[in-house]
């Protein structure tokens, strides 16, 4: 039973131009996102998360954008550059959940063409 | 400020045996999650460790086990060994169940 979905394995995108990450949950009890991004031979790297009491946060080249009655969240970057090339898995946790366990996604590979 | 460091960073293990992975928290962090991270997957929860006593258990058989020290450093350890344990396992502290940082793994490989 997978409670957070990331359906897009992969994406190519235009260095300059958007990157638009979708991911989707099931599970009613999540009330806090998190996007995480990852280097081979390294751990994930935190980029940017939102609580449910909000539909948006925007950090830098960064946003996320959450849809509580649609169960989905997105992450755009703009603009895209080389660097941000890798992985990305977006994760989901609870106020209830034990411990605040961090529910992921399987993930999408980003590559920024120059 | 120290981020998590894990060891060793990869290892070989015959199927049936015993194998113990290291974390070292990141200063000031009193709390660590263990994840495995199968090729091609996301990171799945194993279980977390809080002030030393474990709090919140993932779906894994208890031969999975671990502890957590006075330092805050972490054991995992698995016993007897499957195949399908091969996968990258990562660590993660925090301070008060919040804001998680990651180490780089270790590539466990069960031949």
């Known amino acids: 039973d997978q409670q957070v979905k990331q359906n897009s394995p992969s994406l190519s995108v235009q260095e300059g131009r958007i990157s638009i990450l979708n991911c989707d949950y099931t599970n009613s009890m999540f009330d806090y996102f998190l996007w995480y991004k990852k280097y081979p031979a390294e751990g994930p790297t935190f980029l940017i998360s939102?609580?449910?009491?909000?539909d948006k946060n925007e950090d830098g080249r960064f946003t996320v954008f959450l849809n509580k009655s649609a169960k989905h969240l997105s992450l755009h970057i703009v603009p895209s550059q080389p660097g941000d090339s890798a992985v990305y898995f977006c994760?989901?946790?609870?106020?209830?959940?034990?411990?605040?366990?961090?529910?992921f996604g399987g993930g999408t590979r980003v590559l920024v063409k120059p | 400020e120290t981020g998590v460091t894990q060891s060793p960073t990869h290892l070989i293990k015959t199927r049936g045996q015993q194998v113990t992975l290291r974390c070292s928290s990141q200063s000031g962090h009193n709390t660590v999650s263990w994840y495995q991270q199968a090729l091609g997957q996301g990171p799945q929860f194993i279980f977390q460790y809080y002030r030393e006593e474990e709090n919140g258990r993932g779906n894994f058989p208890p031969r999975f086990s671990g502890l957590q020290f006075p330092n805050y450093s972490s054991e995992l350890n698995v016993n007897a060994l499957e195949l399908d344990d091969s996968a990258l396992y990562l660590c993660?502290?925090?301070?008060?169940?919040?804001?998680?940082?990651f180490g780089s793994g270790t590539r466990l490989t069960v031949v």
């Open positions: 939102i609580s449910s009491i909000k």
């Open positions: 994760a989901a946790s609870g106020m209830r959940a034990a411990g605040n366990k961090l529910t």
């Open positions: 993660a502290s925090s301070r008060d169940r919040a804001g998680y940082t």
